[in-house]
C-alpha cells in the first residue's frame, strides 16, 4: 500500500511539474493586418488623377479639418488593431484606398502612431480613380529586402481597364522570411456577375505571384491580404486560388483562408443592402500552420469590429460607421472593419 501511495504521488508530481513547464511558455505574438481606409485622399487637387470625384475633394468647407480628424480616427483605430493580445499595434498592415505615399506620411506621423517607427512602401497605381495600395511595417520589427507591382492587364474589348496593382514586399520578420501580397480587386460595379472575370484575372494574377514564390522556396511563408470585393467562397478564391477553409486540410502549396468559416457564419467587414459581405481577408500559406513554434505560425483570425467603429443608430445600426456620405463628412471611420491574423513564435 505504501509502495502504491508513493506510485500515486510520483505520477501526480510528474503532472504538476510537466503542467507547470507547460504554462510557463512563452510566446512572441506579431500582428499582421489589413485596413480599407475609405477614400484616404489629400486635399490638394492633383492634374494628373481623376482626384476631383473623390469625397474629399467633393467637400466644399473646412477640407483640411475634415482631413486632420479622419487621420486622427484612423491612427486611433491602426493602434488599436491586436493590441488586446499583441500589446503593440500591427508588424504588418496592408492598406487600400490611399491616394499618395504623403497620405501615409501624415498617417504615420500622427502622435498616436508616431512611436510605432511604421515605414513606408507605396507605388503609385494607374487605377483610374488614382486609389493605390500600400504597406506599412514596423521598422524595428519587419525589415523588407525587396518589393514590386504587378499590374493587373484587364480589357473591354480592345479598350484596357486600369486599375489597382498588386504589391509584393517580401522581408524578414524578426528572424522569419514572409512574403506579404497587398490587394485592392476590381469592384463589383455593373453588378457581381459581369464584373466578375475582372476579379477571376486577379486572382489568377495573385496566384502566379503565389506560385513564383513557392517555386523558390516550397516552404515560403506567404500572406495575400485585402479587399478582394469577393466572399471567400466565390470563385476567384475556390476555383483560382483554391483556397482551404479547413487548417488541416491545408498542405504543401495549399492555401489557408480563415475567414470563410467566419463568412458562412455570417460574419462581414462591410454592408450592402442590408446584407454583410467578407471582401476584406487575409490568406496564408501551409507552413504557416504548423505545430512547431521554433518560427512564427497562425495562431487565430479576426475581425476587429469594435463598437466605436459602428453606427449606434438608424436603419444602418450596427454597419462600418463610414467617413463620407452624400457628398459629406460624418465623422466616422471607414465603411470597411480591418481584418487581422496573429502569429506567434516561441521564446526560447
Known sequence: MKNLKSLVLLVFLLAFTHGWAQKKKQFKVQTIAFYNVENLFDTINDPLKDDEKSPMMEIQRDRSKIYEDKISKLARVISDIGYDVAKTSPAILGVAEIENKKVLEDLVNHPKLKDSDYGIIHFDSPDKRGIDVGLLYKQDVFQPH??????????????????RDQLLVSGVLDGDEVHIIVNHWPSRSGGEARSRPKRVKAAELNKRIIDSLQDIDKKAKIFTIGDLNDDPFNESMKKVLRTKDK????????????????ARSGNGTLAYRDGWNLFDQIVMSAPLLKKDYSEYRYYKAGIYNKTYLSNKRGRYKGYPFRSFAGGSYTGGYSDHFPVYVHLIKEVK
Open 146 to 163: 525587396s518589393f514590386s507591382k504587378h499590374p493587373l492587364y484587364i480589357y473591354n474589348g480592345d479598350k484596357r481597364v486600369y486599375t
Open 247 to 262: 487548417r488541416e486540410d491545408a498542405k504543401g502549396k495549399d492555401l489557408f483562408n480563415p475567414m470563410e468559416a467566419m
